[in-house]
Every structure is written in structure tokens, then in C-alpha cells.
């Protein structure tokens, strides 16, 4: 039985390890493919469009950011990105601090409010937020992609900061106040810092949905000058949609920082899961 039972216990660790390994492989040559092949001119890339290329040239990166205008995009996709995480995160935790640490009778209402939030998809609400902002003056402004793009992580990280900081232990809190710090000092100099784990995985989280994200800028957008990536990399389908080269080479363009911030960034996010925040 015993024997049996290790077998049975050896064969589903192969499957596995099997499953892991092909899983792994069909995730990751497409990305391959779409990397080398954005070294491939485009009559190259027609005749072999799995064959490594014969002569790597960097021309299709030239054209991209020349036709493009990555450069521009790239920067404002970093600023998007950057002071909405920010905002988001900073807004985040302060709800969180208040929702369970101040004793309002109210809080649990209010933490029900803000989760609520996330049943709201941007597609059920794009075309009243596009009016909404015409007429209040916020269409085609930086102002009017980042406000957005806070509103909708709120939820998600008001929801983690919450169930990070309730674990918290209130003596804490209270050793400060009786020490005659007031809120604002032990949210600066208490708060943030403890929830440094959680700080990390909302940052991370957010960053990467606020670089990804499309739909919104290119409705809430017009000139060519407030594009984000995603969106400038779209207009490479349309204008030049036969040019596939230039495609790969702007999809490697936004691609890569995405990587690199999973490389260095993946043990903070499942470090912050991890001790804490979905900690009840």
C-alpha cells in the first residue's frame, strides 16, 4: 500500500513538474519569437516567420520611434503610471488607517462603498466619464487620464491596505498618541512604514495596470502628444499594419519595462501577500 501510494505520489509530481514545464514554454516563445522577429526586416519575417534572423538589424526601432513617437509616449505612460500609483497608493492607506483604526460606527459601511468599486468595469462607464470630462474642461489633459486611473485602483488597494493595517496591533497606535503624536504624524512616520510589505504590492500592482491600460487614454485623449504607450503602439495595427517588423519592434518597447519590473519586483508581491495583506 505504502508502495503504491508513493508511486501514485511520484507519477501526479512528474505530471506536474510536466505540466509546469509546457505551460512555461507556451508563454514564453511567443515573446521569444516576437523579440528576435523584431530584428527581422519585413520581407524576412513574411518568407520565415519562425526562423531566427540571418542579419539582426535595429531598423525597425529606428522607424518605430521616428514614426511613433515612442519617446514621447513612453514618458507619458511613466508619468500616468507614476503619479497615479502614487496618488493611489498614498489615498489607500490613509482609508485603510482610518477604516480601522479610528472606531467609526460607520467604517464598515464605508469600506463596503469602496469595494463596491470593483464590480465597476471601465467599459460600463467610458462614455459618461468621456461627457462628464468635455464639459467640466478635463478632455485631452494629463489631469484627465490620471484621475481616472486613481478612482478605479482605489478599490483593490483600499481593500489590501485595509486588511493589511487591521492587523496592526492597536497598542501601537495608541503608545503614540499617548506619546502625543497626532494622526497625521503616526500615519507619516507609523503607518507607512509598518505597511511597508503592503506598500509594495499595491505600488506594483497599480503600476502595471496603469502602464497596460488603453481604453481609457484613447477616448479620454487626442493629440499625439498625450498618448501613452499602449495607445501609440496601436497605431502601428492601423497605419502601418502590414509593416509587422515595426509592430514587434513597439511591442519589445512595451514589453521590456514590464519585465524588468517583474525581475526586480516579483518577491515584493508575494512577499506582501504573503505576511499580510490578506491578513484578517
Known sequence: MNERTKTISTGWTIASYVF??????????PVVWMMYSSLK???????HPLRLPTAPTMENYQKAFKYGNLVVSFLNSIFYAGIATVSTVLLAVAAGFSLTKFGYRSSKFYFGVFTLGLLITVNSVITPLFIMETNVGLYNTRLGVILPYIAFGLPMAILLSTSY?????DALIEAAVIDGASYVQ?????????????????SILNFLNNWNEFLMVFTLTSGEDMRSLP????????RLNEDYGLQFAALVVGTIPMFILYLVAHESVIKGFGEGALKE
Do not use: C, D, Q, Y
Not at 20 to 29: A, K, R, S, V, Y
Not at 165 to 169: A, D, K, M, S, V
Open 186 to 202: 503616526i500615519f507619516w512616520k507609523i503607518i507607512l512604514i509598518v505597511s511597508t510589505p503592503v506598500i509594495a504590492t499595491m
Open 165 to 169: 493595517i487591521r492587523g496592526i496591533p
Open 231 to 238: 495607445v501609440a503602439i496601436n497605431s502601428f495595427a492601423g
Open 41 to 47: 526586416p519585413m520581407g524576412e519575417i513574411m518568407l
Open 20 to 29: 509546469l514545464i509546457l505551460f512555461t514554454l507556451i508563454t514564453i516563445l
